[in-house]
């Protein structure tokens, strides 16, 4: 069977540092992956998502980055951490396709102070 | 472009009563429609999807959808409301054309009440 990890479970950073968050499947090859970010009170943005090594689409302009370094590897990155970065970062897999439903990790509340 | 919404942010019910949570869709195409179910300081589960075929799919944890395509409408339902049940709903929409990508709606907090 297929299982999404995510890590660190929590993180607590300041103003302006870097951010890596790992995510990674096993059970399946070559999913489509993907990055949420949740904020307090608000539904789920659409941050990156890839559909094979090295290519990756990014949603919304910000101060973040992605990377799929492996095939079921994925990493959400930052060089610098703003205020507004805080929130609940999940990341999911689907199979290749327009039907099939994605299946989310337990995420990562970051909180930036 | 498609996009799907939920009405009522906060949906408050008696514990065995009747669960209702509404979602719509628009969609210039046909849509594939989920539900899913988040419990504090978690990731989504899924609950149940449409693809094709049967217009009433029947998911996890009692709860039920019907795809109706003359209103738009994917509502999700529970005969019986638990406490168990409280926790905050998605629903979601994807495409042909919409580059594997999921659509969510804002999300509905179910809250139960003895």
């Known amino acids: 069977s297929q299982t999404i990890h995510q890590w660190p479970a929590t993180l607590v950073q300041p103003v302006g540092s870097p951010l890596s968050l790992e995510c990674t499947v096993e059970?399946?090859?070559?999913?489509?992956l993907y990055w949420y970010r949740q904020a307090a009170g608000r539904g789920l943005q659409l941050l990156f998502y890839?559909?094979?090594?090295?290519?990756i689409s990014s949603e919304v302009p910000q101060n973040l980055s992605a990377s799929r370094p492996q095939d079921r590897q994925f990493i959400l990155s930052s060089k610098k951490l703003l205020l507004s970065d805080s929130g609940f970062y999940l990341c999911?897999?689907?199979?290749?396709?327009?039907?099939?439903?994605?299946?989310f990790g337990p995420g990562t509340r970051l909180t930036v102070t | 472009a498609q996009s799907v919404t939920q009405l009522g942010s906060h949906v408050s019910v008696s514990e065995g009563a009747l669960v209702l949570l509404r979602c719509n869709y628009s969609?210039?195409?046909?849509?594939?429609l989920f539900w899913y179910v988040q419990y504090p300081n978690q990731g989504l589960q899924l609950l149940l999807k449409?693809?094709?075929?049967?217009?009433l799919v029947k998911g996890i944890n009692g709860f039920e959808a019907e795809f109706k395509k003359s209103e738009t409408s994917f509502h999700l339902t529970k005969p019986s409301a638990h406490m168990s049940d409280a926790a905050e709903y998605f629903c979601?929409?994807?495409?042909?054309?919409?580059?594997?990508?999921?659509?969510f709606g804002t999300g509905t907090q179910l809250k139960v009440e003895l």
């Open positions: 999911a897999w689907s199979l290749a396709g327009i039907a099939y439903e994605q299946y």
């Open positions: 059970g399946t090859s070559n999913p489509n």
């Open positions: 890839s559909v094979g090594i090295g290519q």
């Open positions: 969609s210039s195409v046909p849509p594939y």
């Open positions: 449409y693809t094709t075929g049967a217009t």
């Open positions: 979601a929409v994807s495409w042909a054309g919409g580059g594997n990508k999921l659509t």
